[in-house]
């Protein structure tokens, strides 16, 4: 099965910067994703690791080491926008032959709050 | 990016009436579809990969007899929940990759269908 940890809340101000983490365990690892949904809304990608090391998106970056199950988001020069749930999600085979992707699973979310 | 449809928004249903979510690739095709529900504040739970012209693959705990799906097309995947109870009310989520567009790693969300089964 897969289970993936990662805090439940964080609180911030506007202009810092923040990082949420996320450790994980997986039967079968493809690359550990994080996705942003706001209240209501539909999830929406943000990043995608299948590498160690990170990768930069504007004002996002997510890292990932593979050899301590191991990812974080960062987030810089927050802005009140970004008040919202981020989860991390991993990657792993499908279940089956009949289908060729990959399946994603969620971790329980981290609600970001940013506050003026 | 890719656009994932959802129908109906919300929909309310007796208990033990059916109830039938619809989700579509509007700008692509995908041979593969997800299934997710969301209880309040909590995550995503998948609960099935629905593939076109054969059966769905259904995560351990998830009754595949209460959760009928179809993927009739390459656009089209639909849910059905059969015999609904109360229990059953949450947001259920559909979920795609376009994996033409060369943005393989982005998994594509529709905007999600609230039951409430009274």
Redesign the interface.
């Known amino acids: 099965?897969q289970s993936l940890e990662q805090p439940s809340e964080v609180t911030a101000v506007e202009g810092a910067i923040v990082q949420i983490n996320c450790t994980y365990q997986t039967s079968g690892f493809y690359?550990l994703?994080w996705y942003q949904q706001h209240d209501g809304?539909?999830?929406?990608?943000l990043s995608?690791n299948?590498l160690d090391g990170l990768e930069e998106t504007g004002r996002f970056s997510s890292f990932l080491s593979r050899s301590d199950s191991y990812g974080y988001l960062l987030l810089q020069e927050l802005q009140m926008k970004d008040s919202a749930s981020y989860?991390c999600a991993v990657?792993v085979p499908?279940?089956?032959r009949?289908?060729?992707?990959g399946?994603?699973?969620?971790?329980?979310?981290t609600?970001l709050t940013v506050w003026p | 990016g890719a656009v994932v449809s959802q129908h109906p928004s919300w929909v309310i249903c007796k208990s033990g009436t059916s109830v039938k979510i619809e989700c579509r690739s509007l700008d692509f095709q995908a041979?593969?579809m997800?299934w997710?529900r969301q209880f309040p504040?909590?995550?995503?739970?998948?609960m099935a990969?629905s593939?076109e012209g054969?059966?769905a693959?259904y995560?351990?705990g998830v009754e595949k007899d209460k959760f009928l799906i179809n993927h009739a097309s390459l656009t089209l995947s639909t849910l059905t929940v059969t015999s609904a109870h109360p229990e059953d009310s949450s947001f259920y989520?559909c979920?795609a990759?376009d994996?033409a567009s060369g943005r393989i790693?982005?998994?594509?969300?529709?905007?999600?269908t609230r039951l409430t089964v009274t």
């Open positions: 099965g690359g994703s809304g539909a999830p929406t990608f995608y299948a989860f990657r499908p279940a089956d009949g289908s060729t992707l399946r994603l699973y969620f971790g329980r979310g609600q | 041979t593969t997800f997710y504040k909590q995550s995503l739970m998948l990969t593939n054969s059966k693959t995560e351990q989520i979920s990759r994996l790693n982005e998994q594509y969300f529709g905007p999600g």
